[in-house]
Nanobody, 125 residues
Framework: QVQLVESGGGSVQGGGSLRLSCQAS????????MAWHRQAPGKERELVAS???????NYLDFAKGRFTISRDNARKTVYLQMNSLKPDDTAVYYC???????????????????WGKGTLVTVYS
């Protein structure tokens, strides 16, 4: 199996910062795009930021200028640095990875979506 494990969530005062980490583990897979999503209480899950394997990034409007996504391919880890946090940023943050998994001994591969279980970020005023 492939697992994504997030860490770094917690409670922070408005204007503060947090750095989230997510590491993929398992055998027989490679990671391509990675992203962070979030789901606020009573809201639908939404994309926060994404990053390709070569480092190209994309941010949703609410994250531009405040959040930075980065990755370490050797460690199969993606990070989200969050600055100038606001109460509206309160949510469970989920790590996402699009990978290719080797599914048989002949080396055939299939595209797979992987999700972490989430880490809670609470921003108080």
């Amino acid at each position: 199996q492939v697992q994504l494990v997030e860490s770094g969530g917690g409670s922070v005062q408005g204007g503060g910062s947090l750095r989230l980490s997510c590491q993929a583990s398992g055998n027989g897979f490679s990671i391509n795009d990675m992203a962070w999503h979030r789901q606020a209480p009573g809201k639908e899950r939404e994309l926060v930021a994404s990053i390709t394997r070569d480092g190209s990034t994309n941010y949703l409007d609410f994250a531009k200028g405040r959040f930075t996504i980065s990755r370490d391919n050797a460690r199969k880890t993606v990070y989200l640095q969050m600055n100038s946090l606001k109460p509206d940023d309160t949510a469970v943050y989920y790590c996402y990875a699009k990978g290719e998994k080797i599914v048989n001994v002949e080396g055939a591969r299939v595209v797979k979506d992987y999700w972490g279980k989430g880490t809670l970020v609470t921003v108080y005023s």
